[in-house]
C-alpha cells in the first residue's frame, strides 16, 4: 500500500498453528501489518508437504510470516519462545486442549505469567460436552446440517472450499482486533480467546436454524428449496454454456419480459404479484428456457448487465484468471513461494484508503528468520541491561 502506513504495523503475533484455520487468522493479520512470528517444529510445519488439494495451504494461508525453527523439546528453544512472548502483543494457537498446558503453555498459564498477552485459540469446539474432540472443516459442516443444505439429507455435500475453516480464522482476527481496541483504550490487559470451527459453522446456517424456530417447518435443502422469485435458476445457453439469472424485483420482471419478448406474461391478471408469478414458475421457466437458450453467454451477459438485472456465468476456478474485474488493478496481487516462485491470489477483500492489501509477500522458508529472531531478542536483551545498568 504505497503511503499508507498498514494499521497493524506494530503489533507482534506469535503463531504456533498448523493446516488452515488458525494460519488464516495469522495471515490476515500480517496483511494488515502485524508482524507475525509463525514457531515452526523442525520438520517444518507439515502442510509444507501436503499435495493435492493441499498444495496451496501453506503458502496460500502463510504468506508474510517470519518462520522460526524451535524444538520445544530443547530448554533453550523453549526459553527462546518465553522471551518472545514476554515480547508479544497476540499468540496463536490451534492444539487440542491439554497438549500446549503440558507444557506449560495453555491459555491461564501464558494469562498469568504474561497479563499482558492475547491468547487466541483456535479449537475444534467451543467450552461444553464436545470440547475435547478434533474436528475438521468437513466434520462441523456434517454436524451442523450445512452438508445436509448444501446438498440434501440423503446425499449431504461439503462446501467447495475450506470455507469455515477460512471463516474461522476471520473469526479470530475479529475477536483479536476487539481485544487490541480495549487494550488500547485501557479496559483490559489482554484478553482470553477461544474460537470453535463448529459454532462458526452455526453461525452459517442460523438463518435456516431460525426458519426452523419461527415457523416450525423444516428447511429445504438447497437443491429442494422453494424458489421466493419467479426466475432464479441455471439455464442453457447457444454455446454451450450455462448462465445464472436472477430475477427478483418488480422492474426486473417488467425489463426482462419487455426485452425478451415475454409480454403476454405482462399482459397476463394472473401473474401481476411475485406470489403469483411463483406459484406460475412450471410455466414460465420452461418459456424462458427456450428464449435463453438461443442466446450465447457473452451477449446474454451484455443484455443483462445493460437491464441490471442479476446474472453470472457458470465458472470454475481456473476461470478467474481471464476474468476482467478479477484482472483489474489489485484484484490479483503477485506473491514469492518458498523458492521465489511468483504465484497470483487474490487481494484482501477490502480496499484501505482506497488501496488493496497484499501485494509481494512472500512465503519464508522453514528457519528462514530463526538466526535473525535470536540477534533480535539478545540485542533487545543487551539494550535492556544497559539501561538497568545507567
Not at 494469562?111 to 485459540?121: D, F, N, Q, T
Not at 479470530?172 to 480467546?193: C, E, M, N, P, T
Not at 411463483?278 to 442466446?295: G, M, S, Y
Not at 470454475?316 to 511468483?342: C, I, K, S, W, Y
Request: aromatic residues 6%; negative net charge; charged residues 25%.
Amino acid at each position: 500500500m504505497t503511503g499508507t502506513a498498514l494499521p497493524l504495523e506494530g503489533v507482534r503475533v506469535i503463531e504456533m498453528t498448523h493446516m488452515v484455520m488458525g494460519p488464516t487468522c495469522g495471515m490476515i493479520l500480517a496483511q494488515l501489518g502485524a508482524e507475525v512470528i509463525k514457531i515452526e517444529p523442525p520438520a517444518g510445519d507439515k502442510t509444507r508437504t501436503l499435495g493435492g488439494m493441499g498444495t496451496a495451504f501453506f503458502p496460500l494461508f502463510n504468506r508474510g510470516k517470519r518462520s522460526v525453527v524451535l524444538d520445544l523439546a530443547d530448554a533453550e528453544d523453549r526459553e527462546t519462545l518465553h522471551r518472545l512472548l514476554e515480547t508479544a502483543d497476540v499468540f496463536l494457537e490451534n492444539f487440542r486442549d491439554g497438549q500446549l498446558e503440558r507444557q506449560g503453555l495453555g491459555a491461564a498459564q501464558l494469562r498469568e505469567k504474561y497479563p499482558h498477552l492475547i491468547v487466541a485459540g483456535h479449537k475444534g469446539f467451543l467450552s461444553g460436552p464436545y470440547e475435547h474432540r478434533p474436528a475438521l472443516d468437513e466434520v462441523v459442516q456434517m454436524m451442523s446440517g450445512l452438508a445436509a443444505m448444501t446438498g440434501t439429507k440423503d446425499k449431504p455435500q461439503r462446501v467447495g472450499s475450506s470455507a469455515n475453516d477460512i471463516m474461522g480464522g476471520m473469526f479470530g482476527v475479529i475477536s483479536i482486533l476487539a481485544a487490541l481496541y480495549q487494550k488500547r483504550a485501557g479496559r483490559a490487559s489482554g484478553a482470553d480467546i477461544r474460537i470453535g470451527l463448529f459454532e462458526n459453522c452455526l453461525f452459517l446456517v442460523a438463518q435456516h436454524m431460525v426458519e426452523y424456530e419461527m415457523t416450525g417447518n423444516k428447511p429445504r435443502s438447497m437443491p429442494e428449496r422453494e424458489h421466493a422469485w419467479p426466475i432464479y435458476d441455471i439455464f442453457d445457453a447457444a454455446d454451450g454454456q450455462r448462465i445464472f439469472i436472477g430475477v427478483v424485483t418488480e422492474g426486473h420482471w417488467r425489463s426482462f419480459c419487455k426485452e425478451f419478448g415475454m409480454q403476454e406474461f405482462l399482459d397476463d391478471p394472473n401473474l401481476r404479484t411475485t406470489t403469483d408469478r411463483i406459484l406460475a414458475r412450471a410455466r414460465i421457466i420452461p418459456c424462458v428456457a427456450e428464449i435463453i437458450k438461443d442466446w450465447d453467454v457473452a451477449r446474454l451477459s451484455e443484455k443483462l448487465d445493460a437491464l441490471n438485472i442479476c446474472f453470472s456465468p457458470i465458472n470454475r476456478p481456473e476461470d478467474l484468471f481471464t476474468d476482467p474485474h478479477v484482472l483489474r488493478p489489485g484484484g490479483l496481487v503477485q506473491n514469492f513461494n518458498v523458492d521465489g516462485a511468483p504465484f497470483r491470489v487474490p487481494a484482501l477483500p477490502i480496499e484501505w484508503n482506497g488501496a488493496n492489501i497484499g501485494e509481494g509477500l512472500k512465503v519464508a522458508p522453514l528457519g528462514a528468520d530463526t538466526a535473525a529472531v535470536r540477534a533480535e531478542l539478545a540485542s533487545k536483551e543487551t539494550e535492556e541491561d544497559m539501561r538497568k545498568r545507567a
